[in-house]
């Protein structure tokens, strides 16, 4: 019987923190987590740069700190193409037609590999998060999930832009499985 890796997708924007707040919240749980990606626009724009900045800063020789224990988890990153070249936006339909396909794909190879898929959906372009979402309805199993999370406000602006990329239990962030 293989061994499921449990790995975490997260669609990816300007704001990094969602994808560390998701991610303490699911190993919180008891999810054992190994790998961590994020599927995003080529990082052409500084923020979006900044967000993968701060993440690989997070994953440093595969090590990942909550709660004052370390775990093994490896990170990488997931561009969006179109043709075999990268996206750097969705503008347009041709750009959303290469999402759709990056996304449909990637899950697909995912799931042909002894996997638990946990999906976030609260970073990134929206049309990124519906059409992961799609996948994941035709694609995943019962093991498999997909999260958005709920900030509160207060919290939104203390954490903005990666100011913050952790919160004790307490700071009211809840996570929600999308039926």
Known sequence: MPEYIH???ATLGGQPQVVTFTLDLLLR?????????????????PRLQHSLDLL??????????????VLTCHFRPKV?????APLVDISDNASAKGTRETVFRFIQ??????R??????????RLMALLAVSAAQLKFDPFD?????YTPENIKEQVKDGMCMHVPPEAGISLIEVP
């Not at 749980?29 to 994020?38: A, H, Q, S």
């Not at 690989?56 to 224990?69: G, K």
């Not at 190879?109 to 002894?114: A, D, I, N």
Request: charged fraction near 25%.
């Open 7 to 9: 790995t975490f997708v």
């Open 29 to 45: 749980r008891g999810f054992p987590i190994r790998e961590v990606i994020v599927i995003h626009p080529y990082a052409s724009h």
């Open 56 to 69: 690989n800063a997070e994953f440093i020789s595969d090590r990942y700190q909550i709660d004052e224990r």
């Open 80 to 84: 969006l193409e179109l043709d075999n």
């Open 109 to 114: 190879e995912l799931k042909e590999q002894p």
């Open 116 to 125: 638990h898929i946990h999906l976030s959906v609260t970073g990134g372009r």
């Open 145 to 149: 999930h997909i999260w958005h999370i």
